[in-house]
């Protein structure tokens, strides 16, 4: 919608923006784990998690 009478209408940073998450996991940058094996999956799952809490 046009704004009107010279209205400027405010527009956030990355607003109608999706994003995925990239993790770095055993050196590579990885989006998801749905094409890792079981022996990798394990992997990532024995590992410690750190958390900011």
Excluded: C, Q
Aim: proline fraction near 2%; charge should be positive.
């Amino acid at each position: 919608m046009a704004p009107k009478n010279n209205e400027k209408k405010e527009v956030l940073v990355g607003e109608g923006r999706g994003f995925d998450r990239i993790r770095r996991i055993t050196g590579y940058l990885v989006g998801t784990m749905d094409r890792w094996n079981n022996a990798k999956r394990a992997e990532e799952h024995d590992r410690v998690k750190h958390s900011l809490s």
